[in-house]
């Protein structure tokens, strides 16, 4: 094969995305350099208004990753060592290593076997079953720790079932952090990811739907308090200069270079986004009758197509194919997290986790991007015949 056939259909590509910004994003760039404010200052003031507007939320809080944001989110909701946050197993180690680093544990319950999101029946039965109740607080049976918090992943872009588990959440009295890290602009009922928790995570990697050049991440609430104790975090634990009003602080700042990148974009997100839900419209219509499953929405969300993950029983023979044609694909999570070295140790799955397993191990996630064309859609269609069954309409 030539080496100009080699990568015919990227998995991504952001610059495609940042041709639309470039001249915009030097001249910003020329003019922090003249200033010479790199960290703070008003560009990521400016940025915060706009994404907590974006949002529907009263605050975005600029950190320096989505993990920073995590960890911040969970200390600022008052989720303290030795207390237990329940969460997926199917979803990047960030979301538990954000618990882990906070001093909390992690108890894993499935995802919903069509959305692969948190499932709140799920969560119901640990919460019912797997716990009880003294003194008004909630305790796991097993291992006898507090039950504090939910920490639902907005998954491939896909809003979890807020209706549901936020129920659950206000029945047994625990905190909500939303790990949007993937859902930048997806709607749930209306509302935009971001809003669903007392406070979301989001993180601007590059690769993300809204993405900087480098790391970057925010934190976004409508609870005042909250806000401000995430600021304070985020700085050192300061909340005047040099005064420290605790330890648990750390660096975790947005910096003006990366603030200015995700304003430039920000005012294309809808338009990118749309961009993805248009190429799905088009992967639908190819790799229909495909012994495959396909994505599929929530009744009344708007999914934003961070990744377009389909399962296959052959992944392997089907991944072999698409790369033999010179279609990149990925892996989204090839091992789920309870079965992970770092966290095998301890046993933290409450009940089966069958459907996170399935996704891990069936999932195979194809190329994805705003610019993508109808004939690259197309190209992966015809690489997939021959190899893939066909089944009945
Ligand atoms: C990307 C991501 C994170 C972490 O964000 P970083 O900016 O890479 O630190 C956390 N959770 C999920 C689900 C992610 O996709």
Redesign the pocket.
Known sequence: MSTEESVRIPFTDLRAMHEEVRTEIEAAWRDIIDRSAFVGGPAVTSFERAFADYCGADHCVGVG????A?RIALQAVGVNAGELVVTVSQ??I??VEAITQSGAAPVFVDVEPVTYTMDPDRVRDYLERGCLVRQGQLFDRLNGRRVVCLLP?D?YGQPADYERLLALAAHYDLRVVE?A??AHGARYDGRVCGTFGDVS?F???PG?NLGAMG?A?AIVTSDEAIARQCRILREHGQRDRYIHVTGAGSNARLDALQAVVLAAKLERLPRWNEARRRVVGWYRERLAGFDLVLPRERAGSQHVYHLFVVLTKDRERVRRALEARGIATGLHYPVPLHQQDAYRDVEYARGPLTVSERVSNEGLSLPMFPHMTRSQVDAVGDALDGVLQTVGP
């Not at 990753?65 to 920073?68: I, N």
């Open positions: 990753s989505g993990t920073d995590l979803t990047f960030a979301t992943v998954l790990d890290c993937q995570a993180s601007f990697y993300k790391e991440g």
